[in-house]
């Protein structure tokens, strides 16, 4: 009986092990394969957007406008942002000058929170105009504070995976339109976006 007892948690301790191995193995982190640049780049691309409050105000913003403006601005506004901010990011990492970025990240925050809250809806060409020229400034600004042993290209893919993201935020936010008060409640976000996106500005301003 006792030998029967000792095979049985003997069986079960390997057992135990096996599944232990195999749950560490699918634990193990996506940069396993890649070099420390790498994945440096790729974190510190993606949390790069989520460290500055103009830039948080202004993707979301992209995105609820895209929603308040409907199908098929929807999706235009929040992929050309993306796309455009790729290669404002390169002429950062490639040292391009671009003269006011921090002045043009901050003043996409307002006018971008004033066209929420008057609900403008322009041509879908012009819309994604204003929302490419500010995405140039936004790129830029992450590409230029690349860090020096950060691999260009994962952080790049990082700082656009994460205002994808934060589109996405705004579109579910958007969605509010649909309610009854919907509309009233996206002004009223546009114009906090606007007042809070000009606080910036302007204690930018005046700090320069």
């Given at each position: 009986m006792?030998d029967?007892?000792l095979?049985t948690r003997?069986?079960?301790?390997?057992r135990w092990?096996a599944?232990?191995?195999?749950i560490a193995?699918l634990?193990t982190?996506?940069?396993?394969?890649?070099?420390?640049?790498?994945?440096?780049?790729?974190?510190?691309?993606f949390?790069?957007?989520?460290?500055?409050?103009?830039?948080?105000?202004?993707?979301v913003?992209?995105?609820?406008?895209?929603a308040q403006?409907r199908?098929?601005?929807?999706?235009?506004l929040?992929?050309?942002?993306p796309?455009?901010?790729?290669?404002?990011?390169?002429?950062?990492?490639?040292?391009?000058?671009?003269?006011?970025?921090?002045i043009?990240?901050a003043?996409?925050?307002?006018?971008l929170?004033i066209?929420?809250a008057l609900?403008l809806?322009?041509p879908?060409?012009v819309?994604?105009?204003?929302?490419?020229?500010?995405?140039?400034?936004?790129?830029?600004?992450?590409?230029?504070?690349l860090?020096?042993a950060a691999?260009?290209?994962?952080y790049a893919?990082g700082?656009?995976?994460?205002?994808?993201?934060?589109?996405?935020?705004?579109?579910?936010?958007?969605l509010?339109?649909?309610l009854p008060?919907g509309?009233?409640l996206?002004?009223t976000?546009?114009?906090?976006i606007?007042?809070?996106g000009?606080?910036?500005l302007v204690?930018l301003?005046?700090?320069?």
């Open positions: 006792r029967h007892f095979k003997h069986t079960a301790s390997r092990v599944t232990v191995a195999v193995a634990a982190p996506a940069f396993a394969h890649t070099t420390p640049g790498q994945a440096q780049g790729l974190v510190t691309g949390l790069h957007p989520l460290s500055g409050l103009d830039h948080i105000l202004a993707m913003a992209v995105g609820i406008w895209g403006l199908r098929p601005a929807i999706w235009i929040p992929v050309a942002f796309l455009v901010m790729s290669f404002g990011g390169l002429l950062g990492i490639r040292g391009v000058p671009l003269p006011g970025v921090e043009g990240v003043a996409s925050a307002v006018v929170g066209v929420i609900e809806r322009p879908l060409w819309a994604a105009l204003i929302v490419s020229a500010f995405a140039i400034f936004h790129g830029h600004a992450h590409g230029a504070e860090p020096k691999a260009p290209l994962t893919l700082f656009v995976l994460a205002t994808g993201l934060l589109h996405v935020s705004g579109i579910l936010i958007g509010v339109d649909l008060a509309s009233r996206l002004r976000a546009g114009g906090l606007a007042t809070t000009l606080v910036l204690a301003v005046t700090h320069a």
